[in-house]
């Protein structure tokens, strides 16, 4: 079972029942309200927000979503549950929410669905390397399948999405995601890969469609240079060893910002996000 207690001493929701096959009740909320509800049993179990279609949610895994009426969200389950649960559009810290399989489930693993207008999510990839040394990317479904990305080991992507955020099923995978909208303190996006012959270049953001403009800051963390790139044929920035360049971005200024490495080296970063431009 998770702890309890999130940010500013606010006790994190929670529930715990035998069996839910006739459906827990968790809350009862009006619109416009964002959640993400966290499964600490040992089996799936579905969340039924309203009158909408249930989200399988694995065991250790997580699912955020935003009301757009007054509904009752109820966990379902034949099995015993337990889990918490966090209010996200609010001033505290909430824990970040995760997603790990073991056998790849039979559909997409969603992870945020009823999005509100210009959120921002963070999705980091943690999968470990196959016993093998092999490096697993993940890929991201955002919105209605028209977006998609190949998230690579050791990476991060921030996002803006309208309607929902989806992990492509797939064997032992790990990872986790923040909710950004203006909250300070979320844990911190990364990049690292090391360039063959070519130097290749990496989305680390994609806002397109986001009308609030977002403050970045990007630090490097390794011994390479690199550049930051965004709309423009010319970098942003070339970042040096020891060195941070901020940098905001939005729909009309940068929707899109990538890492540029050198061929034959390693690059590494980290990626703070400094909330809106104008809270």
């Not at 949610?57 to 757009?68: E, L, R």
């Not at 489930?105 to 943690?126: D, F, H, K, M, S």
């Not at 950004?180 to 990496?202: C, I, P």
């Not at 939005?250 to 990538?258: G, I, M």
Request: hydrophobic share 40%; aromatic share 8%; charged share 20%.
């Amino acid at each position: 079972m998770p702890r309890q207690v999130s940010g500013r001493g606010v006790r994190s929701g929670r529930f715990k029942a035998n069996d839910a096959s006739a459906g827990l009740s968790i809350l009862t909320v009006p619109a416009q309200q964002t959640y993400r509800v966290i499964n600490g049993s040992d089996d799936p179990f579905e969340v039924v927000v309203g009158a909408a279609a249930a989200v399988p949610v694995q065991a250790g895994a997580s699912y955020d979503f935003t009301t757009n009426a007054v509904v009752t969200v109820k966990i379902v389950s034949d099995k015993s549950v337990q889990g918490v649960y966090e209010r996200l559009n609010s001033d505290g810290d909430v824990r970040p929410g995760r997603f790990v399989t073991e056998a790849a489930p039979a559909a997409a693993i969603e992870l945020v669905g009823t999005v509100p207008t210009n959120t921002a999510y963070r999705v980091i990839n943690a999968t470990p390397p196959r016993e093998n040394g092999t490096l697993v990317p993940i890929s991201l479904q955002i919105d209605a399948n028209a977006n998609q990305f190949s998230l690579a080991p050791e990476c991060s992507l921030d996002v803006a999405a309208t309607t929902r955020i989806a992990v492509i099923a797939a064997d032992n995978i790990l990872g986790s995601y923040e909710f950004l909208n203006g909250r300070a303190g979320v844990k911190s996006g990364r990049f690292k890969w090391k360039d063959g012959g070519t130097a290749t270049e990496k989305v680390i953001i994609d806002f397109t469609g986001a009308a609030v403009e977002h403050v970045y800051r990007v630090v490097n963390a390794g011994r390479t240079v690199f550049d930051i790139k965004g709309n423009a044929a010319a970098p942003l920035a070339t970042v040096r060893r020891d060195q941070s360049f901020d940098f905001y971005v939005s729909n009309a200024t940068n929707p899109k910002v990538s890492i540029v490495g050198r061929a034959n080296k390693q690059v590494q970063g980290i990626v703070e996000y400094l909330g809106r431009a104008v809270p």
